[in-house]
């Protein structure tokens, strides 16, 4: 009788953290512009076949871990303040930035953020016209003028790098609107990420034949799941195992199974 109560007692213990846990629908958000391949589409609406490669792992990771996640999009400075609000339980494709600690929590291992749980790295790279003649040598736009007008997309964080350049950012909410400047000449150059600046051209290469990518890239960050202060403080070892596998697909061959779908489309 004592072993068989004991195991019932144990049981019970078991049947309150796990499953009950395993219950509890947690609500992720992300950036309502696209962002090749790693978010598809504009607006509040997620596509159902090619979401993004970043939502495909997010929703992988969750389903090896018996999570149920609710998805939502918002623009990227509203999913920051949401987080900090604990009114979603995570936000993921944020680069590191210190300032950002204040919303929620990263992935971290002795004071620094642990790029071996990112969800992926992406570049910047400027794009400007043909005739343009524009060079990227030292950190610095040749040739250079504090005037000129540099394109990219609202709440990335290159527009913090831009302003450092000495130049004059334009925020706007797409590629194609990004592009769509450059072409009217209402800007000199756009600082888009790399994937997704390659991708316009090749998909639509009758309308933005006259824009080409300008080398070396501006930077390469990685990019991260990053959690509420509330979730990691009542679930430690659930956000460490999130963080974990997140990091277990990146590195793993899937990712590219995963991608292939998306690249598919550049062919």
């Known amino acids: 009788m004592k072993i068989l109560s004991?195991?019932?007692?144990?049981?019970?213990?078991?049947?309150?953290?796990?499953?009950?846990?395993?219950?509890?629908?947690?609500?992720?958000?992300?950036?309502?512009?696209?962002?090749?391949p790693y978010q598809l589409g504009n607006g509040q609406t997620i596509p159902t076949l090619l979401p993004g490669l970043a939502v495909d792992i997010v929703k992988l990771a969750a389903k090896r871990l018996n999570l149920t996640v609710k998805l939502?999009?918002?623009?990227w400075k509203r999913a920051l303040v949401s987080l900090g609000a604990n009114q979603?339980?995570?936000v993921f494709n944020a680069s590191f930035k210190r300032v950002r600690e204040r919303y929620g929590v990263y992935p971290m291992i002795e004071g620094h953020v642990d790029a071996s749980?990112?969800?992926?790295?992406?570049?910047?790279?400027?794009?400007g016209l043909k005739s343009s003649k524009?060079?990227?040598?030292?950190?610095?736009?040749?040739?250079?003028s504090p005037k000129m007008k540099v394109v990219t997309i609202r709440g990335f964080s290159i527009a913090e790098d831009l302003k450092n350049m000495n130049v004059r950012v334009v925020e706007v909410s797409t590629v194609a609107e990004a592009f769509h400047?450059?072409?009217?000449?209402?800007?000199?150059?756009?600082?888009?990420?790399?994937?997704?600046?390659?991708?316009?051209?090749?998909k639509d290469q009758n309308i933005y034949r006259?824009?080409?990518?300008?080398?070396?890239?501006?930077?390469t960050k990685n990019y991260y799941l990053m959690l509420s202060k509330q979730f990691v403080r009542n679930h430690p070892k659930l956000a460490t195992r999130i963080w974990q596998e997140i990091g277990k697909i990146r590195a793993s061959g899937e990712i590219n199974t995963l991608s292939e779908k998306y690249f598919s489309e550049l062919k």
């Open 6 to 36: 004991l195991f019932i007692f144990w049981l019970h213990l078991l049947l309150l953290s796990v499953p009950a846990l395993a219950k509890e629908t947690l609500t992720f958000a992300y950036q309502d512009s696209e962002n090749f």
């Open 72 to 75: 939502v999009r918002m623009p």
């Open 88 to 90: 979603v339980d995570g």
């Open 117 to 127: 749980k990112k969800s992926y790295a992406n570049s910047y790279s400027f794009y």
């Open 134 to 144: 524009l060079s990227f040598e030292n950190k610095q736009l040749l040739p250079h």
């Open 181 to 202: 400047l450059l072409k009217l000449g209402r800007v000199k150059v756009a600082a888009i990420f790399s994937l997704s600046g390659d991708f316009y051209l090749k």
């Open 210 to 219: 006259d824009i080409v990518k300008i080398e070396p890239p501006i930077k």
